[in-house]
């Protein structure tokens, strides 16, 4: 298994169609033939068995607001490994990619929300219930600003600082 980390505007077809089918193989309710959910990620690790894509995981580098403290994070979006080929640690080795680079980029944060918070939890992900105001957008169509206690936010912090106490405001979508 090799794992790449491809920016964006790189992405050939043949790629995103890979990439689209294991999002609605693993998601389901994935929108059919589409590589992102919100927005385009800033890279992508694709996790690959010769020519069979295994695994994804979509990246951006984002300033955010906690509380009044400006953090540049790295946020996590479609964490996804084809059924045939789970609990082979192939998720946790995508993730541990993305911190090596973060820590080499000094890049403090990693942020995502999980709805399986125990995937994280053994890679020293913290799990936090805050305020969060995001931009809202659905189908394709930017609906306005939503601000909401979210429950299953999982963070790392990879640096001296500690997460901030207050709102997140995430200037931009959740992830
Ligand atoms: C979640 C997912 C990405 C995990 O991928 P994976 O390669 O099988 O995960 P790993 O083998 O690296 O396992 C990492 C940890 O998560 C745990 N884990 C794996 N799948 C899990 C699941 N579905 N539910 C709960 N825990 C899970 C493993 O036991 C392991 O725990 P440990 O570190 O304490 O031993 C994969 O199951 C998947 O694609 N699910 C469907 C898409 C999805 O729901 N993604 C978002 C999750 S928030």
């Given at each position: ?117 125990n995937v994280y939890k053994g890679m020293g992900f913290d799990r936090l219930e805050r305020s969060c105001r995001w931009l809202l957008m ?38």
């Amino acid at each position: 298994m090799r794992i790449e980390r491809l920016e964006e505007f790189k992405l050939s077809g043949t790629v995103r169609a890979k990439i689209a089918a294991l999002l609605k193989e693993g998601f389901g309710v994935y929108p059919e033939g589409r590589t992102f959910y919100k927005q385009l990620p800033d890279f992508r690790y694709l996790a690959w068995d010769g020519e069979d894509l295994l695994g994804h995981l979509a990246a951006e580098f984002r300033i955010i607001n906690v509380g009044g403290t400006l953090l540049p994070i790295f946020g996590v979006a479609d964490l996804c490994v084809t059924p045939s080929r789970q609990q082979e640690r192939i998720a946790t080795q995508m993730l541990r990619e993305l911190e090596a680079l973060a820590r080499s980029s000094n890049v403090e944060f990693i942020l995502l929300t999980g709805s399986e918070p125990n995937v994280y939890k053994g890679m020293g992900f913290d799990r936090l219930e805050r305020s969060c105001r995001w931009l809202l957008m659905n189908n394709l169509s930017t609906l306005g600003v939503i601000r909401r206690s979210v429950n299953n936010i999982m963070i790392k912090c990879l640096g001296d600082r500690t997460w901030p106490e207050g709102e997140i405001d995430f200037l931009g979508h959740i992830f």
